[in-house]
């Protein structure tokens, strides 16, 4: 059993009381010697400072937490530690970071555990850590505070945004190579010439000029007054006394929101008389960013439900009903306490995953339940509803309920039509209607506002109906498979730089118009034309396949660089290892199936394709670049 092999290990991080000590911390962007992924690798080993538990112990507390890993099989108390980090890591969220490996020596085992924020892989395995030590010492442990920390971290981080979270998920499913552009703020999908750039539903092939018209309320409305669709009477107010003269105008019950804005903020709907409307008119106005004039929408409120209808590459996809949050009397419980306790249901984690949002408690919300001669200190009968807000904003705690398969067809193409008129991938379109069953030309239907930048999930979780699989009707828009989101990329284990040129030249030869980006320990090029080498190998990499212009990458990952970035990139189109040791094996374990692999050992050669091996000698005299420049042509 390894763990009776690693009893003798010297203690490094740990405490004089611990079992366990954890050291030797890696973290890599992409595949490296131990894993095909990113990953936190670092080393594991029993400390002589205090006698564990029998593993059976910890799996029987572990396994009343995750239940599924009780039923395992564990070879050691590393194979333990490395599952326990893997799950906890999901973090209750159900995210995808499932892959882990363990490596035993003879004092200490080397753990891999898939990451994507470092920050938070530390917190959870340093947590977990924590955790097998309570255990050791039967001591209790805040396991849902802590992991509700852990949660908090992970949310704030790049990748905690729903919308960008589901993008990059669905793409690595998908295969398609997807990376965080630091200094741009921005996620790049594909390589070279293949890649789009973006944040969360706007891209670089937007229309900036469509994007900015959706902000700008007043306009995007009369431009869709003016193709015939249907939008709520109404008119832009400087100021308060206008916004009575409009109220007065068109009839109450108005709506109030500011002319720029976003996620319902500064939005009252159903103002009712001149009391409410200053009150409306003081949240819109709050809402209006400082370098923004104040300019406040006052328009007819209709009456029906709230949908988000939501177009992809001008093609309707899904439709959501918007409710606002609601509690439910139990006949005992304030409003207020009703609202803690919905608020602590695993559905209202507020996470990327989670398919509503904490229910919020502000001005808005008292404001609403004064109307209702309530506050939150009421205690309401049992089983009686009561609605927290006027506005169904899932930001606040509304609920989604999909309505995907109910919309009419009359309303399909309407949303189809409004689409067709701007050049955005993406565009949400907020409507009010009694019944989205009904046509919009018999109902009483109206269109609310249009959104270039919409949130998917609450299409792709929605807290009532189906799933409708957004992410992958957006990526498809850019890319029908994986492979299309990818160049041609060789790896070397070794080469020089007159080799490189050699090969770059080959390949121009063939085809004199592509880019070619190249790399190895000693330059950087552009074709023949050499560019700044970076201290970070893998900035160059990054920096090579962010070139829009590139047709084929080149580069040299030899073993002191992939111990210690791993690579940046995953998958080889051609793999060429010479003389490779055993860590440069693993450019030979990450590439497709129709991937060519060039193996020289000595004089010998092994040439993998297509599942087929061919094995010669080299002849006296005969240089290996033949070898290889040779099978270049069957990868272009």
């Known amino acids: 059993m390894v763990q009776d092999r690693i009893t003798d290990a010297v203690r490094i991080n740990a405490r004089k009381t611990d079992a366990f000590d954890v050291f030797n911390f890696k973290h890599y962007i992409g595949p490296n010697p131990y894993l095909d992924t990113g990953a936190l690798v670092f080393d594991f080993a029993l400390t002589r400072s205090n006698k564990p538990l029998p593993i059976e112990d910890y799996v029987t507390i572990i396994g009343d937490r995750y239940p599924h890993l009780e039923d395992k099989t564990y070879d050691s108390y590393a194979h333990l530690f490395a599952r326990t980090v893997s799950e906890v890591g999901k973090l209750d969220m159900g995210l995808h970071l499932d892959r882990w490996s363990v490596k035993p020596y003879e004092n200490h085992a080397t753990i891999s555990i898939q990451s994507l924020h470092e ?159 200053e009150s409306a008119y003081d949240r819109a106005v709050q809402a209006i960013p400082e370098n923004e004039p104040t300019r406040v929408i006052v328009e007819k409120s209709i009456t029906g439900a709230d949908f988000r209808l939501l177009c992809v590459n001008g093609k309707f996809v899904a439709a959501t009903e918007r409710r606002p949050a609601w509690v439910v009397g139990d006949g005992y419980s304030t409003i207020d306490e009703l609202i803690r306790k919905e608020n602590r249901k695993s559905g209202r984690l507020d996470t990327p995953t989670s398919p509503m949002t904490k229910i919020q408690c502000d001005e808005a919300m008292e404001q609403y339940l004064e109307q209702q001669r309530l506050s939150l200190d009421s205690v309401i009968e049992k089983d009686e509803k009561v609605y927290l807000r006027k506005v169904a904003n899932l930001s606040a705690g509304g609920v989604s309920i999909d309505a995907t398969r109910t919309v009419h067809p009359d309303n399909i193409i309407l949303a189809q039509d409004i689409a067709q008129h701007f050049r955005l991938v993406c565009l949400g379109i907020d409507v009010i209607a009694q019944n989205l069953g009904e046509s919009w030309k018999s109902n009483n239907f109206s269109i609310l506002e249009i959104n270039a ?47 490189l040129q050699e090969i770059i030249d080959h390949i121009l030869l063939q085809h004199p118009d592509w880019t070619i980006g190249a790399v190895c320990r000693d330059a950087v090029f552009v074709n023949r034309s050499e560019k ?105």
């Open 532 to 636: 700044i080498l970076s201290k970070d190998y893998n900035k160059n990499v990054q920096t090579l396949l962010r070139n829009p212009k590139l047709d084929l990458l080149i580069a040299e990952y030899e073993e002191d660089i992939l111990e210690k970035e791993g690579m940046f990139y995953f998958g080889s189109n051609m793999v060429v290892l010479d003389n490779p040791s055993e860590t440069e094996m693993m450019l030979a374990r990450d590439v497709f199936d129709n991937s060519t692999v060039v193996i020289r050992n000595g004089n010998n050669i092994s040439i993998r394709r297509q599942g087929l091996i061919e094995e010669y000698s080299l002849g006296e005299d005969e240089p290996f670049t033949r070898v290889y420049l040779k099978e270049i042509g069957t990868i272009l």
């Open 119 to 277: 920050r938070t892989t530390r917190g959870v395995l340093y947590f977990v850590w924590d955790w097998f030590e309570a255990i050791t010492q039967d001591k209790d442990i805040a396991f849902e505070e802590q992991l509700s920390t852990l949660q908090n971290r992970f949310r704030q981080s790049v990748y905690g945004g729903p919308t960008v979270y589901a993008l990059l998920r669905t793409s690595q499913k998908q295969g398609i190579p997807t990376f965080y552009l630091w200094e741009e703020g921005l996620m790049q999908y594909g390589y070279g010439k293949k890649q789009v750039r973006g944040v969360a539903t706007t891209f670089d092939c937007d229309s900036h000029l469509d994007s900015d018209l959706t902000t700008r309320k007043d306009d995007c409305k009369a431009f869709l007054g003016t193709l015939g669709f249907p939008v709520p009477k109404g008119d832009i107010v400087l100021t308060e006394r206008e916004a009575f003269a409009v109220a007065r105008e068109i009839g109450y019950p108005v709506a109030v929101k500011p002319v720029v804005g976003h996620k319902g903020i500064g939005v009252t709907a159903e103002v009712r008389d001149a009391e409410e409307l």
């Open 453 to 499: 930048a919409p949130g998917i999930l609450m299409h792709l979780n929605p807290a009532m109906g189906e799933s409708v699989d957004v992410p992958s009707h957006i990526l498809e828009t850019f890319f029908k498979s994986g492979t299309d989101a990818r160049i041609p990329v060789i790896t070397f284990n070794q080469i020089s730089v007159h080799e």
